[in-house]
RNA sequence: GCCGGGAUGGCGGAACUGGCAGACGCACCGGACUCAAAAUCCGGCGCCCGCAAGGGCGUGGGGGUUCAACUCCCCCUCCCGGCACCA
């Protein structure tokens, strides 16, 4: 028998299955099978796979290539984020051009990729940096530009001074630039943004029907951060200007004793002004003004000044003081919020800083009244209204509810609801992503670009290095332009596209990844979409995630799309660690792919990965074993061989196991295609090596059922084809001798009769407490089961001198016998 | 603080819908083969008592429901992730 070696039969199979162009999608409308649009986030092009791509393609890999053996139609494309600052710095640092860096690297990952035996459709490749592409996502903004989803507004934005541009909220980690980590700093320029707040519900209503982790699921919520409540509005007293708040609490508002306006407040200036605070207000503003976002919460947190206008509280006509405080954002409800110090704790803290008056209005249930003055910390939980005038008496929380009923019936507010979600911020000041196409005219204003002059092809001759504002402005060939309205002078908009609009709708794109003249065939989108599984990292919970999300819901409302969700079942992989945390040069600890692959194989490595634990935990290579997996391997190849050989000797057939073995066989390919079906890979393969070992021992025992023997080793194969593709087709064609690719399957097909166990173990309690276990056929009954029960030696002994209270009878796997003592 | 998830042998992890806890593997221990080692094969391996037969305990902690709880309910501890002066 030949010894198994990767290394040989690896390079064979890949071979082969390009040859033969296995792995296409079939596109015609004509092919009958079901489809399956298996995705995984594509990655970005940095030169060379590393251990988390072998994770996570492999996961990928093995659900696609077990569908192929189910008889669907599968589609599982594979492309390039090729666009984007990763990519730009990366070339800087190595003073290369973006472009060169980016396609010199494509070539070498995709052969990294073939050799860990990948079942992409190569033919469907793209690159977002590729003009035919980005023409499509400069079209895509053009669809959201003119439906009034992208728009440009002056706003104070997120500037990372590393990066040298802006960055939407969700690139924001903690302060930080979530690229670099550098703190970013809050500046005010004209920016264009989607306006995805305007599917802040929808995208929290639509979450229900998706099949997707509950930690991706509670991150989105978290970060749309919707809250119900009502808004207020408050007149100040000495200028008339009606001020909004919002809040979650209306039935607090008899609690109001002041009102504070964020230092960013439009309003600010006129009421200082009026209120003679102007040099005080100032002053606070232009000391906010050089802190950065941290030290602004860290420095002085009850920070405040007094306007000396006042606020009329609508619901009793009481004038409160106003204050200016940081500690009231201004990108956040409205802008100013109504003071409760009883109830609210940051309220309560400015009071006891300023002096003011606390007042209970909500009074806990089961305690004595409650004494402000005695108060050391806010009461915000729910209670009964007091000293709230016509709602005295009333209970949290339903009181919320009929205070904002008697707001509205009075026309002092109204019902409101506030998200924490901000709009997307998608332009950039960086050369290596498209130019938005939009040009602004002196005499026509802003003009989108015809479609027909799209690709806006962005210009290699550029001084591309980081400078603040876009390289493209210093292009005066590409900035100066006809307007395609008037023909006179005009100016193309310099500012880039964020990457994330690139893989906002790239799973689009792949369903017609050729076509010229649109962005996609409306029917081969509506035969593949939405994606029937994604699989990718988990930091893209809400980045990617969420715009595509958008995205999509976009195109669903402007008749483009026939879906609303792109991703209807979602796994994200964990992270494969080493030693506990991550894997990193400077901690020396650092595994090389490439390496592994060389010394183990492709079969091996996938394998390792997958057997480690189910596959959105974290997998720590120092404590996997691939010498584990290649042993048992070993022994698959040494079984199968030897399987194979017994054709050839014949002879022997005889019923010697007793059918023994194919009831293993079903039994298993039952529970491992449920494995599969779950992403159980783990499971599945601890299945898959016992019964390496029942074949094995069966072999061993000398007799064999030839039949038998065959049927248990082919099914073995074909489940380990998916995670093992080249071993399992070197043993299909060369061992088994079958002259056809196991490839498109067929995945192997259970007997249900077969797959039942025809003999069991039966256990018998006694009170709860396994005393026997007693071997009985599968179909045994009630009467017999508690009839050999009884009769169990072991349990007659433990029922002498006690009483038989009762007996419980789940045949045929247990019985359990209650009794009540009497020795 | 709020939201979500979790805690099972030395380790990774199994356990359907409440019914044998610890599958499968790693590590470890013992044995076979070998001059020796590697490879391979066989056996053992939750903890405690016991020569053994056997018994007791055991799924983060405490309580509860049940004939029966890793699984369901209540309380608590700790860990991971998200949000967080969000009004």
């Known amino acids: 028998m030949r010894p198994y070696r990767p290394q040989e039969i690896e390079p064979k199979w890949q071979a082969a299955w390009e040859r033969d162009g296995l792995f296409r999608a079939d596109d015609s409308p004509e092919d009958g099978r ?6 995984h986030m594509f990655p970005y092009p940095s030169g060379d796979l590393h251990m988390g791509h072998a994770e996570a393609f ?3 890999d093995i659900i696609a290539r077990y569908r192929w053996m189910q008889g669907y139609n599968v589609l599982h494309p594979i492309g390039w984020d090729a666009f984007g600052l990763p990519a730009e710095n990366a070339a800087i640092q190595r003073g290369m051009h ?19 035996g990948m079942s992409f459709d190569w033919t469907r490749m793209l690159a977002t940096s590729d003009p035919e592409y980005y ?19 002056m706003a104070p934005v997120n500037w990372c001074p590393k990066d040298q541009t802006v960055l939407a909220n969700e690139q924001v980690v903690q302060g930080r630039c979530e690229r670099c980590g550098t703190i970013v700093v809050r500046k005010d320029l004209t920016q264009w943004f989607f306006k995805i707040t305007d599917y802040a519900d929808r995208l929290l ?8 982790s509950d930690r991706v699921l509670s991150q989105q919520r978290n970060w749309i951060g919707r809250s119900e409540g009502a808004e207020v509005t408050f007149e100040i007293a000495e200028t008339g200007d009606r001020i909004p708040v919002f809040t979650t609490r209306p039935d607090t508002l008899w609690g109001v004793t002041f009102f504070v306006f964020a230092p960013e407040h439009p309003s600010l200036e006129r009421l200082a002004e009026a209120g003679g605070s102007a040099d005080a207000v100032k002053e606070l503003q232009d000391r906010l003004q050089r802190s950065d976002p941290a030290e602004r919460q860290a420095a002085s947190p009850r920070d405040g000044v007094a306007l000396g206008v006042h606020a009329v509280n609508p619901v009793n006509g009481e004038r409160v003081p106003c204050f200016v405080a940081p500690y009231v954002l201004m990108d956040y409800g409205t802008g100013a919020v109504m003071g409760v110090p009883g109830h609210d704790q940051r309220d309560f803290e400015f009071a ?19 004494e402000p003055t005695e108060m050391t910390e806010a009461y915000p939980h729910e209670g009964v209204m007091v000293r709230s005038g016509p709602f005295d008496g009333v209970r949290s929380p ?7 009923a008697w707001l509205e019936d009075a026309g002092k507010g109204r019902a409101a609801v506030s998200f924490r979600l901000r709009d997307w911020l998608i332009s950039r000041q960086r050369y290596w992503g498209p130019p938005i196409p939009i040009i602004y005219c002196p005499a026509c204003g802003d003009v989108a670009v015809p479609e027909s002059e799209l690709p806006v092809l962005l210009p290699e001759d550029v001084d591309f290095s980081p400078h603040g504002e876009s390289p493209l402005a210093r292009h005066p060939g590409f900035v100066d332009v006809a307007c395609p309205s008037c023909g006179g002078p005009a100016k193309r908009e310099t500012d880039t596209l964020d990457t994330f609009v690139d893989s906002s709708w790239y799973f689009l794109r792949f369903v017609s990844p050729r076509d010229p003249v649109r962005a996609w065939e409306p029917e081969d989108v509506e035969r593949w979409l939405p994606v029937d599984l994604y699989s990718g990292g ?3 919970a809400i980045l990617h995630l969420l715009y595509s999300r958008f995205v999509v819901k976009a195109l669903f409302d402007l008749g483009l799309v026939p879906f609303r969700e792109p991703f209807t079942r979602l796994v994200n992989q964990g992270m494969v660690i080493m030693d506990g945390g991550a894997m990193s040069k400077s901690r020396g600890n650092l595994v090389g792919f490439a390496e592994e692959l060389d010394r183990w194989g492709a079969d091996v490595i996938r394998l390792t990965m997958m057997f480690a634990g189910p596959v959105e935990d974290d997998l720590d290579w120092a404590t996997v074993s691939p010498a584990g997996v290649r042993k048992w391997l070993g022994r698959v190849w040494r079984a199968v061989h030897e399987v194979a050989a017994l054709k050839e000797t014949a002879g022997e057939v005889d019923g010697s196991t007793g059918g023994a073995l194919r009831r293993v066989t079903h039994r298993t390919i039952k529970v491992v295609t449920a494995d599969y079906d779950r992403n159980a890979f783990n499971v599945a393969i601890s299945k898959l090596m016992t019964l390496t070992n029942e074949i094995q021992r069966v072999l061993e025992g000398g007799t064999v059922s030839v039949p038998e023997a065959r049927e248990a080793a082919e099914a073995l194969v074909l489940m380990l084809a998916p995670m093992a593709p080249h071993l399992a087709e070197e043993l299909w064609r060369e061992a088994l001798g079958n002259a056809e690719t196991l490839v498109h399957g067929p995945w192997p097909a259970w007997d249900e009769d077969l797959a039942r166990e025809d003999v069991v173990v039966m256990v018998v309690q006694v009170d709860g407490k396994v005393r026997d276990r007693i071997t009985v056929p599968a179909d045994l009954g009630e009467d017999d089961a508690r009839t050999r029960a009884l009769d169990s030696g072991r349990v007659r002994a433990l029922l002498d001198g006690r009483e038989v209270v009762q007996v419980i009878v789940r045949p045929p796997r247990l019985v359990n016998v209650v009794t009540r003592g009497s020795n």
Do not use: C
């Open 98 to 116: 973006p472009k060169d860096w980016t396609y010199g690297n494509i070539p070498q990952q995709e052969r990294s990729f073939r050799r860990y």
């Open 205 to 212: 209503e639509d979450m229900r029907e998706l099949d997707w």
């Open 135 to 153: 023409r499509w996502t400069q079209w895509l903004f053009l669809q959201l530009y003119r439906a009034g989803l992208a728009y440009r507004k």
């Open 538 to 540: 988990i930091e893209h």
């Open 398 to 404: 339903e009181s919320i509810a009929q205070v904002i």
């Open 58 to 60: 492999a996961i990928s």
């Open 352 to 370: 006891r800083e300023h002096g003011l008056e606390v007042r209970v209005v909500i009074q806990p249930p089961d305690v004595p009244e409650v």
């Open 34 to 39: 079901e489809r399956f649009y298996k995705l």
